[in-house]
């Protein structure tokens, strides 16, 4: 078998998916990870994004995106885990192939949902 290799990941992805009754849940946490993340956020090596309340793309959800390098994999990763509540995260590397990184090279924290890939060409 011929295995990718990893060094095609640019960056990596988290969404947060959240809908009108989780609003308010997922904002909280957007400040937590403001506050928890304060020097990765200042340095660039995380990205908050808009906070979409409407689904958006492939995300078939209300969301919000966290955008970071490989450093801040394990760390997002774990904490994700441990901390992401009632509310569910998509995350996907970014490799220059969004529907592969989308259907193929996801993990979901809490529950999974079916993407809008036909937005990314599937």
Do not use: C
Not at 20 to 41: H, M, P
Not at 47 to 65: N, T
Not at 77 to 100: C, E, I, K, R, S
């Amino acid at each position: 078998m011929n295995a990718p290799d990893t060094r095609t990941i640019t960056d990596w992805h988290a969404h947060v998916y959240f809908d009108a009754s989780s609003r308010d849940a997922a904002w909280e946490l957007r400040l937590v990870i403001e506050q928890r993340f304060a020097d990765a956020l200042q340095s660039g090596a995380l990205r908050l994004g808009r906070f979409h309340e409407r689904p958006v793309g492939p995300h078939p959800m209300w969301s919000f995106q966290l955008g970071f390098g490989g450093d801040l994999l394990a760390p997002m990763l774990a904490w994700l885990t441990l901390n992401h509540g009632a509310l569910d995260v998509f995350m996907h590397p970014n490799t220059g192939d969004a529907l592969a990184d989308h259907r193929d090279s996801a993990v979901w924290i809490g529950r999974s949902h079916e993407l809008v890939l036909k937005s990314l060409g599937g």
